[in-house]
């Protein structure tokens, strides 16, 4: 199919990106990877009557290690930020949730600031930022600020973001030394929307645990951060009983939809299933890391 | 699909139930309704622009409320098409006493086809029963206003 008539702009700068979005308000849409955008403009589900194109737009791609954070461009390829070695070093659980990105084509061209203003509700992006308390840096009529990812997910596709402002940049807080990770997802194939996803983040010290986090994708409309299986981990030593604990908190948590793919039930036994072992996985690496 | 909820409306049954069957409380609270009209006893022919972030489409259909027993319950048949798919649904509003309040449940059973039931059966359950939400939200600030 092919979409239906739209006007076509493409900005040279973030300032007339940002002027041609203040103009034509809720009428535009931002194209950057297009990996999410045009699919739904070509079957015609959505059909947005400008297009800024953002590709031209000079120095939003990059991948930067500043203390304690990465900062990530917005036209930063999905697949750049997989192979970076930054990213591999400082953070890799995006790492390892990049891998599980649709494929490869689409991670050739879609950005890790897309796949977040689109907020689809089993991306692994959005969740690896709420994981790890994120924030996005956005550009609009009224200048620059922060969202934290805490308050940038609404629902359903959905971000507090206003339809006049760009994201600029993505930063990730990197993993402290020492730390343990682990992402895991489920799907019926290699590249599907994931079921269930998980990911974990884990600190121990003095043989308990100091830090733990906990975001899911694909149990709700936004990612969700399970706070109350950290609470319950924090402090306490680890054990294959509290891993299962853990599970059930966060399957406490949890207010899947059912539907062909998966019923609700389903989606919350396996987010269980894959917290528990994803905590698992996380010990083994804080122990090698040690 | 089967949908379902509650909701609790701090205004007493009788005042509920002829907000439900008022047609410019209809207007003010379905999302994106472009034109309700009375075409029979009890049946309106709507236009709805729905969707959730960019992914809008147009529908227009028919609305009939059958089995009315006021003030407690009645049932809607609704059906209708647009460009990115078809629906057609049948479901009940029952509504009793709660305190000073009313206590409203409703239920449904929807089937969704076309491209929209296709491309979306991800999110369809989900963003339906948040647009049902939005209804019965509208509905609430409406009475709790007017008591």
């Known amino acids: ?290 | 699909m089967k949908l379902d909820g509650t909701n609790t409306l701090a205004a007493p049954i009788e005042t509920v139930w002829t907000t439900l069957n008022d047609p410019e409380a209809l207007r003010r609270c379905t999302p994106g309704l472009q034109e309700l009209k009375e075409v029979g006893p009890d049946t309106y022919q709507a236009t709805l622009t729905i969707g959730i972030a960019a992914v809008k489409g147009t529908y227009s259909g028919t609305l009939r409320i059958t089995d009315k027993q006021p003030p407690r319950h009645y049932r809607i048949a609704l059906e209708g098409s647009g460009g990115a798919g078809f629906m057609k649904g049948e479901g009940s509003v029952d509504l009793e006493p709660q305190g000073n309040g009313t206590l409203l449940r409703w239920s449904g059973d929807v089937q969704v086809g076309g491209l929209i039931a296709g491309v979306g059966q991800r999110m369809l359950g989900g963003v339906g029963k948040m647009l049902i939400g939005q209804f019965f939200k509208c509905l609430e600030q409406r009475l709790g206003s007017g008591t």
């Open chain 1, 1 to 290: 199919m092919k979409p239906a008539a739209f006007e076509y702009f493409a900005p040279r700068t973030v300032e007339q990106a940002v002027d041609l979005l203040a103009q034509h308000g809720d009428q535009a849409k931002v194209l950057a990877g297009g990996q999410s955008l045009v699919p739904l403009m070509n079957m015609r589900l959505a059909r947005p009557a400008v297009i800024v194109d953002i590709n031209r737009v000079d120095g939003l791609e990059y991948i930067v290690a500043a203390p304690a954070v990465l900062r990530i461009g917005a036209l930063t390829r999905q697949r750049a930020a997989e192979r970076s070695r930054l990213v591999a070093e400082r953070c890799p659980l995006l790492r390892d949730a990049l891998r599980l990105v649709g494929h490869v084509q689409i991670r050739n061209r879609g950005t890790v600031a897309g796949s977040i203003a689109h907020a689809d509700p089993a991306a692994e992006l959005t969740a690896v930022l709420t994981a790890l308390d994120g924030e996005v840096v956005a550009r609009g009529p009224g200048g620059t600020r922060v969202i934290a990812a805490s308050d940038l997910f609404v629902t359903y596709l959905t971000t507090s973001l206003d339809p006049r402002e760009i994201i600029t940049e993505v930063r990730f807080p990197a993993l402290p030394p020492g730390t343990g990770w682990s992402w895991m997802e489920i799907a019926r194939r290699h590249g599907d929307f994931a079921l269930a996803g998980v990911g974990v983040v884990l600190a121990l010290g003095g043989g308990v645990i100091t830090e733990a986090r906990i975001a899911l994708t694909g149990v709700g409309p936004t990612p969700v951060r399970a706070t109350s299986a950290e609470r319950l981990l924090t402090g306490r030593a680890p054990s294959e009983g509290l891993w299962a604990d853990a599970a059930e908190a966060v399957r406490a948590a949890v207010d899947p939809d059912g539907d062909i793919h998966a019923s609700a039930e389903y989606r919350r036994h396996v987010a269980g299933v894959l917290v528990q072992r994803a905590l698992c996985e996380a010990l083994t690496r804080v122990r090698e890391a040690a």
